[in-house]
């Protein structure tokens, strides 16, 4: 099946130091992807749409400078955590659809833990 | 997107069939019932979806009923492994850019 793969798997920063997420899509060309952040013990909660080539599209209440998403081409978005402080410590998920498979189902992939410390 | 409502946890036996139920009451007529499960510390994996019909694939089946405001996803043979977070989710369409909105979802266990 598709594979989307995720770097780095985990990873502790300082409180103020920011963070680099990426996502790619290793088999297939993604023109939307999608991040969530998850944290213990909740659902996923959808942070922002990526869209190749355009402006990512953030939900209600996710800031848009402090998580800055970009899509430059059709296997890679990333999502970069600015001005880390604890509370972004989260578990970070992206997924990705391709739109030439028959069953579009999303492709995850394995997330992110971010420790700010 | 239609939201849907499952029981927050349940058991089940290593071997048995697991029966995980979920309510849309809501759905419309082009919206998909979707099934993803999440292991501990993974990202979500995909296992069945449908629109009307029932559907069956190596992993489970899945059981609409003729109103489509319910669906029930079954584990023919539940094995420890099977124990995750299960999410039913209910998406327009099928095209790539529909963003997937997760609820609670279920937990199960698998108990030897």
């Known amino acids: 099946g598709a594979v989307v793969s995720q770097h780095p798997s985990r990873v502790i920063c300082k409180s103020g130091t920011s963070v680099k997420i990426e996502c790619r899509s290793l088999?297939?060309?993604?023109?939307?992807m999608f991040w969530y952040r998850q944290f213990p013990k909740q659902s996923l909660m959808l942070m922002a749409t990526?869209?190749?080539?355009?402006?990512?599209?953030?939900e209600q209440g996710v800031e848009k400078d402090k998580f800055l998403i970009n899509h430059a081409s059709l296997t890679l978005s990333t999502l970069t955590v600015t001005s880390a402080h604890p509370e972004d410590s989260s578990f970070y998920i992206c997924?990705?659809?391709?739109?030439?498979?028959?069953?579009?189902?999303?492709?995850f992939g394995q997330g992110t833990r971010l420790t700010v410390v | 997107d239609a939201k849907t409502t499952q029981p927050p946890s349940m058991d089940c036996a290593e071997g048995r069939a697991a029966n995980l139920p979920c309510n849309h009451s809501t759905i419309s007529g082009n919206e998909y019932v979707y099934w993803y499960r999440q292991i501990h510390s993974q990202g979500p994996q995909y296992i069945i979806h449908?629109?009307?019909n029932n559907e069956t694939n190596e992993m489970a089946s899945l059981i609409i009923t003729e109103d489509r405001k319910s669906s029930t996803l079954i584990l023919p043979h539940a094995t420890l492994r099977d124990t995750a977070v299960y999410y039913c989710?209910?998406?327009?369409?099928?095209?790539?850019?529909?963003?997937?909105?997760f609820g609670g979802g279920t937990r199960v266990l698998v108990k030897p």
């Open positions: 088999d297939f060309q993604a023109t939307t």
């Open positions: 449908g629109l009307k």
């Open positions: 997924s990705a659809s391709s739109p030439d498979r028959v069953n579009t189902e999303a492709f």
């Open positions: 989710i209910v998406r327009v369409g099928l095209a790539a850019g529909n963003k997937l909105t």
């Open positions: 990526s869209n190749e080539g355009s402006k990512a599209t953030y």
